[in-house]
């Protein structure tokens, strides 16, 4: 199971850390990602690392202002969200593979995100 938690409303250039929490599992040997989908609009790639080499890689639209990375101790990824914009506003999800795998298997309930101008 994963649960988000983190998001809120914050003005435009404020920044933001969700969190993703795993219960049952760890991270260990697996990716871990993050995704939104905005009102109307297709569910989106942002972020992923997976371990054990903690490599990244990002959607274009948030290089430079958002980062991924986890504590693999406490089973917990978070996305540290600086910069945001209006257009940034949309519920944003975490997921994660399966052992070893590259599908996205476990997803997160969502965590709602919404910035003013």
């Known amino acids: 199971q994963l649960v988000e938690s983190g998001g809120g409303r914050v003005q435009a250039g404020g920044s933001l850390r969700v969190s993703c929490a795993a219960s049952?599992?760890?991270?260990?040997?697996?990716?871990a990602g993050w995704f939104r989908q905005a009102p109307g609009k297709d569910l989106e790639f942002l972020a992923r690392?997976?371990?054990?080499?903690?490599?990244?890689d990002y959607a274009d639209s948030v290089k430079g202002r958002f980062t991924i990375f986890g504590n693999n101790a406490k089973n917990t990824v978070y996305l540290q969200m600086n910069n945001l914009k209006p257009e940034d506003t949309a519920v944003y999800y975490c997921?994660?593979?399966?052992?070893?795998?590259?599908?996205?298997?476990?997803w997160g309930q969502g965590t709602q995100v919404t910035v003013s101008s």
């Open positions: 690392i997976r371990w054990p080499s903690v490599n990244t």
């Open positions: 049952g599992r760890t991270f260990s040997n697996r990716g």
């Open positions: 997921a994660a593979t399966a052992l070893f795998g590259t599908s996205w298997t476990y």
